[in-house]
């Protein structure tokens, strides 16, 4: 874990393969990440920032290698008021379709990841990367 060039902040990068039994490590990173700040996140934020984690990291699993071989990159970075996260992958990317209300219905299973994010989140953000794949980035404002 190292300061940003502003010494504001703290970042760290995690590569898994991308297959669905390492998605687990990115978690035990935030639990490790939670400690840094003092008195920690409180819970009910630890458990949302999982939660948004694991749809952001099975999204690059499940969609971005068609042969089930490739790396999943997250980064961390801690401010005193906020984290930010970024997945990204080298994969095919995707598009996100906005989901209407008449679509609700048909959605597929994995279906609300990206709405589940979202709800979760203060910021979401998603990108396809100039040299290929996709970036999201998601952040959760921490309490004072």
Do not use: W
Not at 7 to 25: F, M, Q
Not at 106 to 113: D, N
Not at 122 to 139: A, K, M
């Amino acid at each position: 874990m190292s300061a940003n060039g502003h010494g504001h902040g703290y970042a760290i990068k995690l590569t898994i393969p991308a297959k669905p039994e390492y998605i687990g490590l990115g978690r035990l990173a935030l639990t490790g990440i939670s400690r840094v700040r003092a008195g920690g996140f409180p819970a009910d934020v630890l458990g949302d920032l999982k939660l948004a984690l694991t749809e952001a990291c099975t999204n690059s699993v499940r969609h971005a290698y068609e042969d089930g071989s490739g790396i999943v990159e997250i980064t961390y970075e801690l401010f005193p008021d906020r984290l930010e996260v970024v997945v990204s992958d080298e994969g095919e990317g995707f598009t996100p379709t906005p989901q209407t209300h008449d679509d609700a219905d048909e959605l597929s299973e994995g279906g609300l990841g990206i709405a589940i994010i979202e709800a979760l989140s203060d910021e979401l953000e998603i990108t396809q990367r100039d040299e290929g794949g996709s970036r999201l980035r998601f952040v959760k404002k921490l309490p004072a």
